[in-house]
């Protein structure tokens, strides 16, 4: 690339710096207007120097003369000043922060602003604006029927694993019982009982011991559309 000296040895004019810095503020701001993405240049007041259309979309704004001049604190007036001086006063090349916009008609919207700093001497941001309102609420739905989910394999898992020995104790407990009622229980017969229902308790804690200490959940068809924790016995 020909330095200023060989570009004027060359007979060709010369690109001064104030000059390659109209030229890149020119394309950031071209480069602005035609993005589909909500954006604002913002000087170093923490006023809007420039907005795309998809700005003023988002704000339901027709007019681009009641944004420019302003701040974003008067564009979302219902979120805290002081998020927008955390923004002002970030450091690093790009950011990502979240508020909750409470609108006129009592509804609220996600928003998240991407901070993208210039760097070197400049003091301007370019503000990147996306509501992920719906987007949260798929994810937070998302989250719930996984939760779900999981709770029905695990209480399936239980239910499979626990009934039958649960039953079995509660039959033995119950004969035993009914023999020791009308006097046909032997010692040998209630020991054997006894054995019994501690051996079938220490397979039930066992069986809870490693679904609590699982680091690996995998899953197992039990019935038709039910898929339930497996759990090795």
Same mark, same amino acid.
């Given at each position: $690339?020909?330095?200023?000296?060989?570009?004027?040895?060359?007979?060709?004019?010369?690109?001064? /710096?104030?000059?390659?810095?109209?030229?890149?503020?020119? *394309?950031?701001?071209?480069? /602005? +207007? $035609?993005?589909?993405?909500?954006?604002?240049? /913002? +000087?170093?007041?923490?006023?809007?120097?420039? @907005?795309?259309?998809?700005?003023?979309?988002?704000?339901?704004?027709?007019?681009?003369?009641?944004?420019?001049?302003?701040?974003?604190?008067?564009?979302?007036?219902?979120?805290?000043?002081?998020?927008?001086?955390?923004?002002? *006063?970030?450091?690093?090349?790009?950011?990502?922060?979240?508020? %909750?916009?409470?609108?006129?008609?009592?509804?609220?919207?996600?928003?998240?602003?991407?901070? %993208?700093?210039?760097?070197?001497?400049?003091?301007?941001?370019?503000?990147?604006?996306?509501?992920?309102?719906?987007?949260?609420?798929? @994810?937070?739905?998302?989250?719930?029927?996984?939760?779900?989910?999981?709770? *029905? @394999?695990? $209480?399936?898992?239980?239910?499979?694993?626990?009934?039958?020995?649960?039953? %079995?104790?509660?039959?033995? @407990?119950?004969?035993?019982?009914?023999?020791?009622?009308?006097?046909?229980?032997?010692?040998?017969?209630?020991?054997?009982?006894?054995?019994?229902?501690? +051996?079938?308790?220490?397979?039930?804690?066992?069986?809870?011991?490693?679904?609590?200490?699982?680091?690996?959940?995998?899953?197992?068809?039990?019935?038709?559309?039910?898929? /339930?924790?497996?759990? +090795?016995?």
């Amino acid at each position: $690339m020909p330095t200023s000296e060989q570009s004027r040895s060359s007979g060709a004019p010369a690109v001064t /710096i104030d000059e390659r810095i109209l030229k890149a503020k020119d *394309q950031l701001e071209q480069m /602005i +207007d $035609m993005n589909p993405e909500s954006m604002v240049l /913002i +000087d170093s007041d923490g006023r809007i120097v420039r @907005a795309n259309r998809a700005f003023l979309q988002l704000l339901v704004i027709e007019n681009y003369g009641d944004v420019l001049g302003k701040t974003l604190n008067d564009m979302f007036p219902s979120i805290d000043s002081t998020f927008f001086k955390k923004i002002y *006063q970030g450091e690093g090349g790009y950011e990502r922060r979240d508020a %909750v916009e409470r609108r006129k008609s009592g509804d609220e919207r996600q928003l998240q602003f991407g901070v %993208v700093r210039p760097g070197g001497n400049s003091e301007s941001l370019i503000i990147i604006v996306h509501d992920v309102t719906e987007e949260r609420k798929e @994810a937070a739905l998302l989250e719930k029927s996984y939760k779900v989910e999981a709770v *029905q @394999a695990l $209480m399936g898992a239980l239910m499979h694993h626990l009934n039958q020995p649960l039953t %079995v104790l509660m039959v033995r @407990a119950k004969m035993m019982s009914v023999a020791l009622e009308d006097g046909t229980a032997s010692t040998d017969d209630l020991k054997s009982t006894l054995a019994d229902i501690q +051996d079938l308790s220490m397979k039930m804690a066992n069986m809870l011991r490693k679904v609590e200490e699982s680091d690996d959940f995998q899953t197992q068809e039990y019935l038709a559309g039910l898929d /339930i924790l497996k759990i +090795d016995d």
